[in-house]
């Protein structure tokens, strides 16, 4: 029980890091898609939805590669919400568009190449988680370290 504090810390420790590899992922894929090849693709489906303030966007899409069908998800990298609108006009149904996708993997695709600076905020977000963990850390061991009076 003595040490159950140190415990709890590794929740934002372990959160944090995770923060910080998804977005440092996202961006690299972001900068790397910038420069990916394209192919026509189809939207076979697109939901917008709004609730309590927040936008979700959901687009499927086909594509071909190399003779090989297959289907996205994926609409950007980072994206910000505020897109979403303009997006769901320009990603009908039934609309051709434009499919970039990763040559080393061509089932990594996106419709927007590139991203918005959303990655940095979760990776600045995730820079706090594990600094609030090591606070919780020092602070623990340091009050443990205390002699008894």
């Not at 992922?25 to 709004?50: F, K, Q």
């Not at 003779?67 to 980072?78: D, E, S, T, Y």
């Not at 996708?101 to 940095?120: N, T, W």
């Amino acid at each position: 029980m003595r040490h159950l504090a140190a415990v709890f810390a590794l929740i934002p420790l372990v959160f944090g890091i995770f923060l910080m590899k998804e977005a440092i992922e996202a961006e690299r894929d972001a900068r790397a898609s910038l420069d990916w090849p394209s192919v026509p693709g189809v939207i076979v489906n697109r939901n917008l939805t709004s609730m309590k303030g927040r936008k979700d966007l959901d687009v499927d899409y086909t594509y071909v590669v190399d003779g090989v069908a297959h289907k996205g998800r994926r609409v950007a990298f980072a994206a910000n919400a505020a897109d979403y609108p303009a997006w769901a006009k320009r990603f009908a149904p039934k609309t051709s568009v434009p499919v970039y996708y990763d040559p080393a993997r061509p089932s990594m695709a996106v419709l927007v190449p590139g991203g918005d600076s959303v990655a940095r905020g979760v990776f600045w977000a995730g820079c706090c988680f594990v600094a609030f963990a090591a606070w919780l850390f020092w602070n623990h061991f340091r009050k443990s370290a205390r002699p008894l009076t």
